[in-house]
């Protein structure tokens, strides 16, 4: 399930990045923020995932 995880992590970090790029060129900064905020919980999520690898690899 880490795969799955990371490729939804990745997806959303370029959909806030493209948000974020969005709401720099139209000027809303509502849009910027948001697109940030979702980087942040894509960073989050991977950092999350890296931790589980690193459990997993003390385990075995």
């Given at each position: 399930?880490?795969i799955q ?13 493209a948000q ?41």
């Open positions: 399930m880490g995880d990371r490729a939804e992590a990745t997806g959303k970090n370029v959909e806030g990045k974020e790029v969005a709401g720099k060129v139209t000027g809303n900064t509502s849009d910027e923020m948001e697109g940030k905020a979702k980087q942040g919980e894509a960073k989050a999520q991977h950092a999350k995932e890296d931790v589980k690898d690193q459990v997993k690899k003390a385990v075995d």
